[in-house]
């Protein structure tokens, strides 16, 4: 397929429904008068708008639906869908796309054979490292390609007053992205506190937003009551966070979008489908990622895989389609697709049957770009770089010495499975006044290193839960959301060398024992993304992972584990490049 | 009240949810920080998002409400609202405010205490009078008050090629009135062989509101199959012509958003019912009332009255009324409406119970603007004008001469009720070869005088169905689309002088038998719209109607009968100031 690919196959968004020519084709094609490209007969259409099966074909005419009924078309190219259902692209509306650790074109390589046509991605991480000029090569980096990548405007950049991040996104920056055609809104509100607290320069994001008519996600983990609706009051229109019930169901009343996440690092699914299944939700839902891993999504395929666990669970399947499509397309304002119908973008996922919702053939703006589990998408191989993000000063060993004031010190608990932590106190071990190993006590020395500006500026902590028996650490520039260097190990020596083995790539996840680089993942595109095929990033993750298990660390992913530590928007203790942060009384704690 | 009704009580649609100062406050009103200025207590609200009823407090600050729930909130005014229930405002998505012959200010007050709390107007009307100048006349005429008047921009000014308009709205007219705060999208597309012959003056329009990102309205009475298909691929959303199941069904499947029409001259509700009924539209229909004159809006009552009988038909209440406020505030993008929920405009219609719902209150904004009937908006009187539009040249007896080539004719035939006409063929009576009146035959001459530049353009035809028995003219400057003046009658004396009965007073209604001027009603805005209270219109209405009855007139509109027989767009023969013209073979007729 690659020499075929056309150079604009893929539109951008702001190129509307058609110039004239095409929208002139398209009203010939629709009365019949001339035929279309393709013509999709013998189908069962799901329909979005009564959420009923109804038989019919569906006619395109350059990448845009003409017709979709039991009229009687003629095109170019017809296929015969042998009864199956045709539903309209799914639309993950909340991921991060650099949680994947993969370009837009290897994300796309996983996800479309399983029916996704566009993420609406919040990318603060790169945000975090490279501002407004980090999201515009993002956004290069995944034009024309069969799945629409949208993006919001980070919010948060830098998360919290507190965070050492590469760059600052403030309200100018917002404006500025707001006017970029793949832009769809103000990404999560992630700084509850400031909007509580009426900050202005929190406020002011949202204003711009609300200026622009665009749409402004929330983040409002556990937040119910009066909390929740001044945080509603202020704009916020969508969450993702929803752990509970109650929280879910309060959310959805005030007019929140539900989203549903079950991604990589959280699992709400399980816990809210009840209420998807009561009806409590009215229409207010729909289901998203928000982090999920390169070998998950290889794993378990993508929205597919939500959409089959709901149906199996009793909700009807034309009903969850649509809350994958037409619903978050609606809220988005991305009035060109969400629907099989005419006038829309002809993004089409075809299933065999409407239980195991098992994907035959993706269509992206009326080309076939999946057959089978086959991704018929470009195979070039992606040129836009992001290098030379990881600036370091001259490290040594000293740089890794603890020294606490007391032998009880805060120790950071990780609590396996989720991205809160706990706040523990214990008795450490000291030689000398330096804090030292002991094999008796899961605990170990983390470090976060603000590597934008090289400026020196390191952080010292001590962590619980990773496990080490004795020896090796583990380095990783991505921690969110600053993405500074965070390492986490039993000694110096082996967290300055993870730390090295890391900046010499550019970054990346490194495993480093008794002197020895273990295994290493480069993440040379910003620190964040690897240029390699997702196949081999699959592999890079497993070896690294491996090899952290070799160490003695328990946890089922350690690097996505390390990767939140460093977060100061999430209880309870959290270390950044200036310290532990105790996140519930917004204070530093000195150890 | 008018002395202390505020001067930005309203404001504009382009200043969003708040300022930075209201913002701020909202949060803090909403977490309970501080008291609100009004707090709605002991309520059943209605949740559009759950479609159902909660008990709950409604707490409201700077117009906007900042908490919805059973959270304890203060505020400056506290009202008990005994139970009764709360409702967001309701919007009547499709309506031609020229039809209601008020000025924006007149209609809010006929309509406000009814629930209605924002309309979305066609004012196609003005626009084939004075273009672009009189949608901005009307948007001023409708500042600051309680009711939100949208306009779209009218898409088909003039209707056809066949008319002789006051103005042209073309691509760059649209485009510039794209940019108008209140204008949200583009007016339905009425022209639909130029949709259907692909013609590039119109979709340029088309594709000027799909660049705009904005709502583009249809128009499609009787259209279905492949005509349709095209018709939706072209881009339009929304459709308020259904008079069949059939028709509405198919436009709710593909997407349209079926706007169920019930005004003074069509009735579409008793027919469409049904559907609702079974759920074959899903949620995509709402309640309009397209054309209404001001009698019958202060006799009936405007959405409220539909609302009561869908619910009697056993529509839920609930449903009923997300469908005339969360729906079409969705659909034409109108975020800041439509919900009783934090972060919404206060635009509340409190009723006494779901099943008459009889409106108690309505609230614009947080502030009360009608009680048990009462309307509590502004007094003053609008100062907004646009006189003088009515340009005729020196005009005698003979204009009004017919003289057929044959006895037997094609007549244009109206049918009570209806806007569609009949292509009758009657022998007619002659005198010297000249037409003249029967009182065996009800046919009426009907003239057509170009109105805007004087150019002596006059369309004569024969018309039957308006009953007089021997005397007498009926004249019209509403005469849709292009508002020349019509005017029918059985002899040129009459109706000459009818005409100039309505020239010297810049356009209205009048009525005149036997060279007397019997009554008239005034219309100097435009010679569309009155100056006068909605009282007044109303006498005034029933004055020229009672008149028309007192020549013999049977029909229960006459003068919305005439206004409608000079509007080429609908089937089958009408009269434009260029003569008789077939629609449905698109030619003109020799008489």
């Known amino acids: 397929m690659s020499t075929t690919w056309p150079a604009d196959a893929y539109r951008e968004m702001s190129e509307t429904a058609a110039d004239l020519p095409k929208l002139q084709r398209r009203i010939r094609v629709g009365l ?5 490209d393709l013509l999709l007969v013998n189908a069962q259409v799901v329909n979005v708008f009564t959420a009923r099966v109804e038989p019919a074909s569906v006619v395109i005419a350059d990448g845009w639906i003409a017709g979709v009924g039991q009229e009687n078309w003629s095109a170019k190219e017809v296929i015969d869908v042998g009864g199956r259902y045709v539903a309209p692209g799914w639309i993950d509306s909340h991921m991060h796309l650099e949680s994947t650790l993969l370009l837009p074109s290897e994300l796309s390589r996983l996800v479309v054979p399983h029916g996704t046509t566009a993420i609406i991605s919040d990318s603060h991480e790169i ?14 980096a995944s034009q024309n390609l069969p799945l629409d990548v949208f993006f919001m405007a980070s919010s948060c950049v830098p998360a919290t007053a507190w965070e050492d991040a590469g760059a600052i996104i403030g309200v100018e ?14 990404a999560e509100v992630m700084d509850m506190p400031a909007v509580w607290k009426a900050e202005p320069y929190m406020l002011e994001k949202i204003l711009a937003a609300q200026h622009a008519r665009r749409v402004i996600d929330g983040h409002a983990p556990s937040v119910v009551g009066k909390a929740l609706q001044a945080y509603v009051a202020a704009g916020m229109r969508a969450d993702h966070e929803s752990s509970s019930v109650e929280e879910a169901r309060q959310k959805a009343r005030l007019g929140m979008l539900v989203q549903v996440r079950d991604g990589s690092i959280a699992h709400n699914l399980d816990t809210l489908l009840p209420l998807i299944l009561d009806g409590e939700l009215g229409d207010r839902w729909t289901l998203v990622t928000d982090d999920i891993l390169p070998d998950d999504l290889r794993r378990w395929g993508h929205l597919d895989r939500l959409l089959r666990q709901i149906v199996k669970a009793g909700v009807r399947p034309e009903v969850a389609i649509r809350q994958v499509s037409w619903v978050p397309a609606q809220h988005y304002g991305l009035t060109d697709r969400g629907a099989v119908a005419p006038g829309y973008r002809a993004d089409l996922v075809i299933v065999d049957d409407l239980s195991e919702l098992h994907v035959w053939q993706v269509y992206k703006n009326g080309r076939l770009v999946a057959h089978e589990g086959k991704y018929l998408g470009p195979e070039e191989v992606q040129t836009v770089r992001a290098e030379n993000t990881v600036h370091l000063p001259r490290l040594d060993e000293n740089a890794f010495r603890l020294r606490p004031t007391a032998s009880t010190c805060p120790v950071i608990g990780v609590i396996p499975g989720q991205l809160i932590t706990r706040r523990e106190h214990r008795c450490v071990r000291l030689q000398n006044g330096e804090w030292v190993f002991s094999p008796d006590e899961d605990v170990a020395l983390i470090a976060s290193i603000e590597r934008h500006r090289a400026s020196g500026r390191i952080g010292l902590g001590l962590v619980s839960g990773f496990g080490f028996r004795r020896h090796g650490a583990l380095a990783s520039s991505v921690a969110h959301d600053s993405h500074n260097i965070i390492v986490t190990g039993t000694n110096p020596s082996d967290m300055l060398q993870a730390v090295q083995a890391i900046a010499e790539v550019g970054g990346g996840f490194a495993v480093v024992s008794e002197g020895r680089l273990v295994e290493r993942l480069p993440l040379p595109f910003a620190g964040l993304l690897s240029l390699e095929r997702a196949e081999t990033v699959c592999e890079q993750l497993h070896a690294v992972r491996r090899a952290a298990q070799s160490l003695g660390c328990t946890l089922a992913c350690p690097f996505g584990a390390l990767s939140f530590l460093a977060l100061p928007v999430i209880p309870e203790l959290k270390l950044t490049a200036r310290g532990v942060f105790d996140v519930v009384r917004q204070e530093w704690l000195q150890l």
């Open 32 to 36: 019949g008068e001339e035929p279309g």
């Open 127 to 140: 945000g975090n490292v490279l501002g407004v000029h980090g999201i515009d090569l993002l956004i290069k």
């Open 173 to 186: 920056e917002i404006e500025e992205l707001l006017k970029r055609p793949r832009i769809l809104g103000l």
